[in-house]
Each structure stands twice: as C-alpha cells, then as structure tokens.
C-alpha cells in the first residue's frame, strides 16, 4: 500500500497534466497571433487571408462554445447560428443606438456584454422547459430556435428618436418616428452602418477569454456536476446532482459565447443581415466539434480555423474546390475515428512520450462513443 | 430511534402490486440484507426508498424525518446514497473525479468562483481531493485516481460506485447486489470491504444479495421478500432456517 506522499504525488502529476493541456491551448492561440500579426505588419499576407482573420477568430469562439453543449454536458444543439444571430443583432443595435455618445473602446466592450447578456438569456428561456425533458428534445427545439429568430429579425424595424425606442414587425412607416428619427434595424435589410471595431486582436482575446471561461468550468465543481449528468445521469440525480440546473448552466454560458461570436462577427461588416445565420451555419459549427473531436478543445480549434479557411484557399480550383473540401472532410474524420488510425497514433505517443501511451487510445474511443 | 423506518410501504405499476405493504426497520449501525428470488421487488423497494419511484402508499423516514415522495437529489442531500445493479459509473471521467463529484453538496463554491480561480477554488479543490483520495485509499483505488472510472476491472468498477456513495456522507448506504458478477475471491474481499466500511465510517447499510454466502456471513438481519410481499424477516439465521423461505427458493 501507498503512503500519502505518493497520494500527493499521483493528485499533482494529475493537476499537472490538466494545466499542460490547459495551456497548450492557450499556446496555439497565442502562436497562431504572433505568426498571422506579423504577416499582417510586414505585409506578408494575402488580401483574402487578411480578411478571413475575424472570421477565422468568430468560428474558432462558436465552435469552443458549442464543444461546451455537445462534449461536456453531452446535449446536442442545432441553433447555435441563432444565439450568434442574438447576440450580433442586438450588440449593433446597441452600438448603433449609442453612436458617438461614448468613446470607441468602452461601447464596444458593452456591446459585446449586451450581445452576451441577450444571447445567454435566450438559451434561459430555451433551456427551462427543455432542459426538464430527457432525451433529444433539445436538438429539434433548438433546429427551430434557429429559424424562429431568423425570420423574427427578418421583418423587424426598430429606431430611435428623442422620444426613445420604436419597434415594428410591419414596416419602416409603422414606427411612427419624428423625423428627425434615426433608423436602425431595417427588416431583411437588416442594420447597416455598424462600427468596424472588430480586429484580430480583439477576436483573439474574445478566443482566449472563451478557452479560460470553458476550461475553467471543465476543470471546477460546477464542471464535474455537468459531466456527471453527461455520463449518468440517474446516478448523477442519486448523489445529490441537480441535472437540470447544471445542464441549464452549461447551455446558457455556451449560448451566451456564441452571442460573443456573433458580437465579433457584427462589428466586422458594414451590413448585417440574418442570411449567413441559418441552419448551414449552425450544421457548419457542430462539424467543427465533431470532426475536431467531440469533448476536445484543441480539435474544435484547429477545425475551425482548417475548415473556415479551406475553402477560401481552394478558390484557385474553381470547380474542384467542394470536391476536394469534401475529401478533405472524409481524411480528418478518419484520422480521427477510424480505429486503425487511433491505434496508429497511440503506438506512436506511446513512443514518444514512454508512459501510459497505450492507454490513450482506448480513452479517446471511448470519448468518441460517449 | 431507528436510522430507517418503512410503513406499509406499497407500489403498484398498472393492475401489478410490485411491492405491496412492506415493513422495514433497520436501527443505526446495521447491517441489514434484502433477499428473496428474482422479480421479487427488491430492486424496486431501492426505487422506492431513493425517490426514483413515488409511492403509491406509506411512509418512509430516515432518522425520523419524513422522506416520503421527495426527489432523488433531496432524499440524497438528506443522507441516503446507493449503487446501482448494473454499474453507474461516471466512465469518462477520472477515478479520482468520480469521488470528488460525490461530495459536491459538502464543499461548496460557486461557479464564478471556479471559473475566476479565485483563491477560495484552490482552497475548497484541496480539501476535497485530500478527503477523496482518503477515501479512495480505503478501496486501495488510490493508486489508479488518474484513470477513467471506464477502464478499471469491474470488481474495481463496484468498489468505486461505493466510494462514490460514500463521498455523499451518507446516514445510510444501499447497495444493489454488489456481488453480482464477482468470482469467489472477489466476494470475500467485498464482504471484508463492506464490514470495514461499516465500522470506519459508523455506516448503517442495507443491501440486496443474492449470493447467500455473502448474505448469511456479513447480514445481521434479513427481509425476505415473494411477489412483492414480505415473506419472512428476523436474525439471519432464523430467516435461512424459515421453512417458507426455504420453499420460495428451492420450491416444495
């Protein structure tokens, strides 16, 4: 038998394994920046790729965001465009609402808070009758949350006067403005004219924010409570879990970052319309979690950023570029799942690391069927 | 006062009495066992007793409180924990976690907290992994805190599902067959582990069992249950010895 030294030992060599993978995250990250940073101040970059920056930022936060849903508290959400929708509506009607009346940086810091505020209120009210229910409700509930708000915001007008806020489903006359009104969300038009206060720098740091917020909850006791209901869920409820308070807790911080996404996304193109948020964008997302690996953070991110900037780079093919995108789909999701690949890379982790290589193979499997 | 006290408990799915006025007492301190042939509802009065199942009828109190139709989560936070017939374990995550889950309603911190690391986290996190692997170390689990609860040998499997239990710092402990699927070796260990646990954490604990030889050497007392009623109940070796226990087993 062991002494408690060795206890000690075994439960900081753990803690120190979660930080290792913890930080390597936060790493790739901060690699990925000084590289792309550079190229874009020694102008070394392509005009196409420099505009993907944002971009590449908002799927990476969207993905992490939906990893929470789907890999740790083990529901599946098809309208996670729609919290991003949420959040890139109303963070530019804020934005556009204050105009001028406060510095640059402080409304765009607001405006992402509201953005988040509104989404993660959202995910409440889905959440709280759905959350109840076992089983996948949560997937059809959310596939129609997605194309509620859609279409919701699709025949919005709202504005604003010196008498305050004006909102109609009808049109741009019924919001009965003074003249000297400012119009903001123009029905399909949608809200033009929103700030250009996304950079690169900002999304990454709306990136590392995310990792901290979600590694963080992984690794504390609101995040264990959450995995619980994950792997078992009666016996979850028998050591005293309240499964539907964490699953609500799980859903509601990862619609609330997708609401970030959608603030980062808002503030990078002068016309915002619901167009780009429908049922492809939020199918596009969970492909990022899966193929990444699901539960897997480092994967969501590499997924994203692959598979975002893929098919801008495979412009050059012309009619090739959905083929090969394509094939290039079928090659990760084998390398990741395929159980002669596993086998492959854990014989060689194994070799390269030397201890308990064999092991991680059979974890991963059983990560994947979980 | 007694630690479990059952009233005319009773259930009924449909036009079927699966457990129908049954009767408990169990004092602190007990090692009591619950036994009779396959279907007989022991399973069920488990369901009954952890708010899996509301009764149809009866009272249940637990060191004289009232437990009667509360949630699983309350009639937990009120001092009842259980294992489960078929394993229950939280399988993708580490051993060591499995444990620390078990005592998330006895070291608290708020979400905020976890998320911000603020002093408090690293304060409450080493309280609880030092009673968790203390706990573990009672199992002999310590060594193997880092792997996932999935990859232990299934001995092992039903020896963390009782220190998961445990981590709940229950009044009293049931468990759900845990002998089914040990080979001979096995049982003997389990039935020193259940006597220890018993006697270190001043545990009352009442079981379901199917392998007599664990039962007639480890329970002090037994209820035998038949179609849902109570058969025969007593020290155990008057209820082995009862003829109509004999006959519902072996048949007349």
């Known amino acids: 038998m062991r002494d408690m030294g060795n206890n000690t030992e075994l439960v900081k060599r753990m803690r120190r394994k979660t930080l290792r993978g913890n930080l390597l995250n936060y790493v790739i990250v901060l690699g990925a920046y000084a590289i792309l940073q550079t190229m874009v101040m020694t102008g070394n970059i392509s005009s196409l790729l420099k505009g993907l920056l944002v971009p590449l930022c ?9 990893n929470l849903v789907v890999g740790i508290s083990g529901e599946l959400s098809l309208g996670h465009a729609g919290f991003m929708c949420v959040g890139a509506y109303s963070s530019a009607f804020f934005s556009n609402a204050v105009g001028t009346a406060l510095p640059d940086i402080l409304r765009f810091i607001l405006a992402i808070f509201v953005g ?31 194309e509620i708000i859609k279409n919701l915001l699709n025949v919005l007008y709202a504005g604003i006067d010196s008498n305050g806020l004006h909102f109609s489903t009808k049109s741009a006359m019924d919001l009965g403005m003074e003249p000297t009104g400012r119009q903001i969300i123009k029905g399909a038009l949608g809200i033009s004219g929103t700030p250009k206060n996304s950079t690169f720098t900002v999304g990454i740091i709306l990136i590392l924010i995310t990792l901290m917020v979600v590694q963080n909850l992984i690794n504390s006791r609101a995040g264990r409570a959450i995995m619980s209901t994950r792997d078992n869920r009666i016996a979850a409820e028998s050591i005293g879990i309240p499964v539907t308070k964490y699953k609500l807790l799980a859903f509601s911080i990862s619609a609330s970052l997708a609401g970030c996404a959608g603030v980062l996304y808002a ?18 997302i969970l492909v990022f979690v899966v193929l990444g690996g699901i539960g897997n953070l480092t994967g969501s991110i590499i997924a994203a950023v692959i598979l975002t900037a893929l098919p801008e ?21 084998l390398f990741n799942w395929a159980p002669a690949a596993l086998d492959m890379r854990s014989r060689l982790r194994s070799r390269i690391f ?10 991963e499997e059983q990560n994947g069927n979980a | 006062m007694a630690m479990l006290e059952v009233n005319n408990l009773s259930i009924s799915f449909g036009g079927l009495h699966a457990v129908d006025d049954f009767n408990l007492t169990i004092e602190k301190g007990e090692l009591y066992g619950l036994i009779g042939p396959n279907g007989a509802g022991k399973t069920t009065v488990f369901n009954l007793l952890t708010g899996v199942y509301k009764p149809s009828e009866g009272i249940i ?30 399988k993708d995550m580490p051993v060591l976690d499995n444990v620390k889950t078990g005592f998330h309603n006895h070291y608290k911190y708020s979400t905020l907290t976890g ?21 573990l170390k009672v199992f002999e689990l310590d060594s193997e805190a880092d792997l996932l609860a999935g990859n232990l040998p299934y001995g092992k499997q039903r020896k963390l599902e009782i220190a998961r239990a445990l981590a709940t710092e229950p009044k009293l402990l049931l468990l759900d067959e845990p002998a089914a699927g040990m080979n001979p070796n096995e049982t003997a260990e389990l039935m020193e582990t259940i006597r220890f646990v018993r006697d270190r954490f001043d545990m009352t604990i009442l079981l379901i069992e199917h392998d007599m030889k664990l039962v007639s050497g480890i329970c002090e007392k037994l209820t035998v249950l038949n179609f849902g009623r109570m058969l025969s109940m007593g020290t155990t070796s008057d209820v082995l010895n009862d003829p109509a226990v004999i006959a519902a087993y072996l048949g007349e």
């Open chain 1, 58 to 66: 908002v799927y990476v936060i969207a993905a992490l965001s939906l």
């Open chain 1, 116 to 146: 988040a505020a509104v989404a993660g209120l959202f995910g409440i009210l889905i959440g709280i009758p759905v959350l109840r229910l076992k089983g996948d409700y949560l997937a059809i509930v959310t596939l129609a949350f997605g």
């Open chain 1, 267 to 284: 503030h990078n193109l002068a016309t915002l319309n619901t167009k780009k948020f429908d049922y492809n964008t939020s199918i596009l």
């Open chain 1, 313 to 333: 780079m495979l412009r050059f093919l012309n009619n090739y570029r959905m083929l090969i995108y394509a094939i290039v789909l079928i090659v990760i999701m």
């Open chain 1, 354 to 363: 030397k201890n308990r290589g064999s092991g991680n193979g059979k974890e």
């Open chain 2, 61 to 90: 109190r637990l060191d004289g409180v009232d437990i009667t139709g509360k949630s699983t989560m309350d009639i937990n936070k009120a001092g009842v924990a259980r294992t489960f017939q078929n394993i229950r374990l939280f």
């Open chain 2, 115 to 135: 998320i911000l690391r603020l002093p408090k986290y690293r304060r409450v996190e080493n309280s609880i992994d030092e009673r968790s692997m203390e706990i």
